[in-house]
């Protein structure tokens, strides 16, 4: 399973780089509003730090024809890069267009069996369903994740479903349990995920065992 941070802040993105799980990154309008730096500055420090990882940078262009351009311009920033496009019908075409050229493309805010069907069908490399927002609107995000990658399997797409909006620990089990192929989550779920209390105590009885044991000696 691929792990992707969602995250635009370089900075922790390199600091989460060392713990050798990160896969890449997802970048859409949002974070980087939050981030207030030049995207280009963004995607080189990303690189800096991940040269491997892969890059999902979204467009913000709106117009079918422009959304086409920028695709282009963010699939040539380096040579990891996914385009991020928002599904709706008039990118159908252009998101179409893009896959014939072998660019890598990455639909964003699906919410449906249906939108995920159609985007399969095209040949996308992920399907990125947004579940906590899904769960924010009363539906469970984590069930229609499951119905997409069943219908992925069914029928052998090759696209990938991508777990995103992902808000809590439980939803990064659920999406595991479901056979997702990938997540992205923000750096903050990420530190959820390794602690344990129970972990934790353990260590502190072992060290707590060791120091009252006879062998200090032995180990230093
Ligand atoms: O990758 C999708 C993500 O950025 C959206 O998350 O929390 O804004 O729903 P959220």
């Known amino acids: 399973m691929k792990i992707f941070l969602d995250s635009a802040d370089y900075k922790k993105i390199a600091e989460y780089a060392q713990t050798g799980l990160i896969d890449g990154v997802t970048i859409n309008p949002s974070l980087l509003k939050a981030q207030q730096e030049s995207p280009l500055k963004i995607v080189r420090e990303i690189v800096r730090v991940l040269p491997e990882a892969e890059i999902n940078l979204q467009v913000t262009e709106h ?11 963010i699939a040539r920033l380096t040579d990891t890069m996914v385009v991020k496009i928002p599904c709706c019908a008039q990118y159908l075409p252009v998101i179409a267009q893009l896959i014939q050229e072998d660019i890598p493309v990455n639909v964003t805010l699906v919410f449906s069996l249906s939108q995920a069907l ?6 996308v490399n992920y399907i990125s369903v947004f579940i906590g927002r899904l769960f924010d609107n009363g539906i469970d995000g984590l069930e229609i994740a499951s119905s997409v990658q069943e219908m992925l399997d069914t029928y052998s797409y090759e696209s990938e479903l991508l777990v995103a909006s992902i808000r809590t620990k439980e939803q990064v089990e659920g999406s595991i349990l479901l056979g997702a192929d990938a997540i992205t989550m923000p750096p903050e779920v990420f530190n959820e995920l390794v602690d344990h209390p129970l972990s934790q105590a353990g260590i502190e009885k072992f060290s707590e065992d060791w120091q009252q044991g006879p062998h200090n000696d032995l180990l230093g």
């Open 118 to 123: 159609e985007v399969a069908k095209l040949g």
């Open 63 to 73: 117009e079918p024809h422009k959304v086409y351009e920028q695709a282009r311009v």
